[in-house]
């Protein structure tokens, strides 16, 4: 039920969040109810997808890996700009939503039949990202209805919800894996061939979550998207006049006057920059963190699955811990410096070899030692595959590469993760919504999700050949480089980041002061 600003006399000196449309506290509960639902999903199944795609596909490359991901972006960027056009002429966000999860149901139908033909491994993983994709892009509206539903004295608030939704969720998510990955691989078999063990497990949950969601939205979620009416800015503009400019002349302060003032499109075009650099550090260590932690730190499927899980579980720790008290933190931009592989590091990645074996830190030597163990297998007519750990042969750059301390890295990723990118990207959602001012939304957020992702179709793919080629060394520089010019620009505009009423109030005392000129 939507609220109305009440007819009654106007103070002087009242402040104007008093004359504001009342937040619809409900409906924002719900949201985040449904964002902790799907935190909860993403939490317990990113660990596995790299691990089991690398246990059902051997050969796989990170290149490939790479492609995968450009498919979720692929599928993000299109249904987001899809989804803000959909919801500014619906003026309701509940079936965009609904239609999310429902295509993670069928998502997930598709990733347990992956086990049923490793062959076709590579190509369900690519359909099951590019439909998440999807999903996740049209989930993305319900920060708007969060931002429309909300006033603007309350906005933090309410997005500082949401952050403690997703920082519960993805603190939850990795425990709830942390008990499944104690089911081996194949694990219980079920119907049709399939199993439920430690990479399936999580999936078998999001089905639950989901349609527990899907419930919770048609039941209980209105969706209804709320631009100010008539009275309402009537209101705003009596409200501006006598608590803020209470000696400018009514005629300097009317609807039309304040009709004629739009949101600043160059700050909304700097806090898209800024959106684009935190999904480029975001991207990267999505896209690099698990096959390089498997690899600089030779750890098996299983062993990735266990300790990304026990990681992930910290930084949701952290997240919700500082989406508690709410402390603005930079610590993203930190992680590259610290796990930068520094020339003062003695020790390079070892080259893979069995788990339990000796490594080997020379490529030539890791070449003989791997041929004489496949000659040496084939000769007894051995069967069993053992998992090779450690850094593939192809790569020459390990040799001369040096390996960032396990602890330092996990340590780095926990807060970059858990801190420095959910309260900037929290920040960044409460700032762009109060710079569009009381507008319908939908198109501009839509937009400014899918900025970001539009970088992730190609990113994956680029990010990881460069990573094939060279090594973490060149894209930490990058990141650093990017992240620094972010902040740069930042500092030059940082007076025009500014709520869309602080700017109305700016202009109109901008007018009073050329009418007394005059």
């Avoid at 084939?378 to 053992?386: E, L, R």
Wanted: glycine share 6%.
């Amino acid at each position: 039920m939507e609220t109305t600003f009440p007819i009654t006399k106007l103070e002087k000196n009242q402040p104007l969040e008093n004359y504001e449309r009342k937040t619809d506290w409900r409906s924002i509960y719900i949201a985040n109810i449904i964002a902790l639902l799907s935190a909860i999903q993403l939490g317990s199944i990113i660990p596995t997808i790299w691990p089991y795609l690398k246990l059902m596909s051997p050969q796989i490359t990170e290149t490939t890996y790479g492609a995968i991901r450009g498919a979720h972006a692929l599928g993000s960027t299109v249904a987001s700009g899809a989804a803000g056009y959909i919801v500014n002429r619906q003026a309701n966000t509940k079936y965009v939503l609904l239609a999310g999860k429902i295509l993670v149901i069928l998502s997930a139908f598709l990733y347990l039949g992956i086990e049923l033909d490793a062959k076709l491994a590579a190509i369900l993983f690519l359909l099951y990202e590019f439909i998440m994709g999807i999903s996740m892009g049209l989930s993305s509206v319900y920060r708007t209805h969060i931002a429309m539903a909300s006033a603007e004295h309350e906005r933090s608030k309410a997005f500082g919800l949401t952050m403690l939704a997703t920082s519960i969720g993805f603190l939850v998510g990795p425990l709830i894996q942390m008990i499944f990955s104690r089911i081996k691989y194949p694990g219980i078999t079920l119907l049709f061939g399939t199993h439920f063990n430690l990479f399936t497990a999580p999936v078998y949950l999001a089905l639950i979550l989901s349609f527990v969601g899907v419930i919770l939205l048609w039941f209980w979620f209105h969706g209804e998207m709320h631009v100010p009416t008539k009275e309402e800015r009537k209101k705003q503009q009596e409200a501006l006049k006598m608590a803020h400019l209470s000696t400018v002349p009514s005629s300097i302060i009317n609807e039309d006057h304040m009709k004629e003032i739009k949101y600043d499109k160059v700050a909304v075009a700097i806090l898209v920059m800024a959106k684009v650099v935190l999904d480029i550090n975001f991207l990267l260590i999505m896209s690099i963190s698990g096959p390089y932690a498997m690899l600089a730190f030779s750890w098996s499927s299983q062993d990735s699955v266990t300790y990304q899980s026990m990681f992930m579980a910290a930084m949701g720790s952290c997240s919700l811990i500082f989406s508690l008290t709410y402390v603005k933190f930079k610590l993203d931009k930190n992680f590259y410096l610290i796990t930068y592989p520094w020339w003062f590091i003695d020790e390079t990645i070892p080259y893979e070899h069995a788990k339990g074996e000796d490594a080997f830190y020379s490529r030539s030597q890791a070449q003989t030692a791997l041929s004489l163990s496949n000659s040496t297998a084939s000769a007894v007519g051995g069967n069993i595959k053992k998992e090779l750990v450690g850094c593939s042969i192809n790569y020459e750059w390990c040799e001369n590469t040096p390996r960032v301390n396990v602890f330092l890295y996990n340590i780095a990723l926990v807060f970059a993760m858990g801190i420095g990118m959910p309260i900037s990207q929290i920040n960044l959602d409460i700032l762009y919504s109060k710079v569009l001012g009381p507008i319908k939304q939908g198109v501009l957020q839509g937009i400014f999700h899918a900025t970001g992702q539009i970088l992730h179709i190609v990113g994956p793919v680029i990010f990881t050949k460069v990573y094939s080629v060279s090594g973490p060394r060149y894209l930490w520089f990058f990141e650093i480089l990017v992240s620094c010019l972010c902040i740069f620009v930042f500092l030059i505009y940082y007076q025009r980041l500014v709520p869309f009423s602080k700017r109305v109030e700016t202009k109109m005392l901008k007018r009073q002061s050329q009418t007394n000129i005059a």
